[in-house]
């Protein structure tokens, strides 16, 4: 330490070759835990008597001084090593790599916000799930239905962000009022990067279903591609989610009958060579996402009342009000829980009955006591209530695979 003085006597019995520590005075008596070694031989304590002041502050003080005449002296580079022998980085190193972090952490985060993971996380789990519909044994659970999967989903997925990102694209002025966080309404990507963005998930979409060779799976995708494109896209007799009903029949047509039935397909007879069929779980599941794509189709345009109504989108939250739709919603959903309540306790099979009897029933009833304590008032409210019925949606498709 710099306030650490000693004397020239002291020092000079640290010298090499010293014979023997000269006396010591009272006052520069260290503490009786203190001590130093000498060439090698045992420690030899510094002081055995009291101190006058903060014994402690003074050993302190000793290993410090200590330190700082037996430390290597730094060299004028840009790092040095640890006691472990791992590089240090200096000021300005650590600033170039938090500089050249930062960039990549906002691109990463646009971008996620312009996939609309709520999305992505659903189409993912809607295509697992069904595609687990047409395992018949766990023999059937192999590499090659992994690798199945694995095309469907990630083809899929590329024409998920084509759609939301075109979406986003023709909407960047009512996004300024519903979602300004969304990186093409708040100014972080131009145009420009949105076009070059939806094309080159398009083609990747395309280009993977066509490798694949799967006629089912590339169906899918044509489909959703255009009726994606015509719910969009601001040209004359398209951008069909200007009216309400179209706008529904349109998400419908893609969650409840393209995801369901493609895909399933995709497995069924391309991954595993077996014949078409329409089994009792692909019907019920058909069915109750019927229900389901409805909600969303319809919920989605509550918090987003007040843009919708400025550039003249006629949902029907804006015809017939937050609160009546919201209502709508809830009991739309309920009434497809007490059919999959039904579906499940005619099942032959014991486990799946109760699994989707308990399940359904468990459901439901959050459903209903969320539903209770909402304030309608509140967009907060309202967005938060929508992102629990896609948590809704998630759960429903970990119970369908349940479905025997």
Not at 84 to 109: C, N, T, V, Y
Not at 205 to 230: D, H, N, R, Y
Not at 346 to 374: D, E, M, P
Request: charged share 15%; hydrophobic share 50%.
């Amino acid at each position: 330490m710099d306030s650490l003085r000693l004397r020239p006597s002291l020092l000079a019995a640290r010298a090499p070759g010293a014979a023997s520590l000269p006396p010591l005075r009272r006052d520069h008596f260290l503490p009786p835990l203190c001590s130093i070694h000498r060439n090698g031989k045992r420690p030899v304590s510094l002081s055995s008597q009291r101190t006058q002041g903060p014994s402690f502050d003074q050993c302190q003080k000793f290993f410090g001084w200590k330190s700082s005449h037996h430390r290597i002296p730094h060299r004028p580079t840009a790092s040095s090593a640890d006691a472990s022998g791992q590089p240090l980085q200096s000021s300005a190193e650590a600033h170039d790599s938090s500089s050249i972090w930062k960039p990549i952490s906002s691109s990463l985060d646009a971008f996620y916000r312009f996939s609309r993971p709520h999305t992505v996380i659903g189409t993912a789990l809607s295509i697992v799930s069904v595609s687990l519909l047409a395992v018949e044994n766990l023999s059937d659970v192999s590499p090659l239905f992994l690798t199945g999967l694995l095309e469907a989903v990630v083809a899929a997925l590329f024409m998920n962000i084509y759609i939301v990102g075109l979406n986003q694209l023709f909407d960047i002025e009512i996004d300024k009022v519903n979602k300004p966080t969304l990186p093409l309404a708040s100014g972080e990507y131009s145009p420009a990067t949105g076009v070059a963005l939806v094309s080159a998930f398009a083609a990747m979409s395309f280009g993977l279903g066509w490798a694949v060779g799967s006629q089912p799976l590339f169906l899918a995708l044509f489909i959703s591609f255009i009726l994606g494109t015509a719910y969009s896209i601001n040209l004359p007799f398209l951008r069909w989610k200007r009216s309400a009903v179209v706008a529904a029949l349109c998400i419908l047509a893609v969650r409840a009958v393209i995801v369901q039935l493609a895909f399933f397909l995709h497995i069924q007879t391309f991954v595993f060579r077996r014949p078409a069929v329409f089994t009792r779980p692909l019907i019920f599941a058909t069915a109750f996402m019927t229900f389901f794509s409805v909600v969303i189709a319809l919920f989605k345009d509550i918090p987003d009342i007040e843009g919708d109504r400025i550039f003249g989108i006629k949902s029907f939250s804006v015809r017939l009000g937050q609160k009546k739709v919201f209502w709508i919603c809830v009991g739309l959903l309920e009434m497809a829980y007490c059919v999959a309540i039904l579906m499940g306790a005619t099942s032959a099979c014991l486990w799946s009955k109760y699994a989707t009897v308990v399940g359904h029933a468990i459901l439901a009833a959050i459903l209903w006591n969320r539903s209770r304590s909402i304030d309608l008032t509140s967009k907060t409210a309202i967005t938060s209530f929508y992102m629990f019925i896609w948590k809704l949606f998630y759960a429903e498709y970990l119970l369908i695979p349940l479905v025997r």
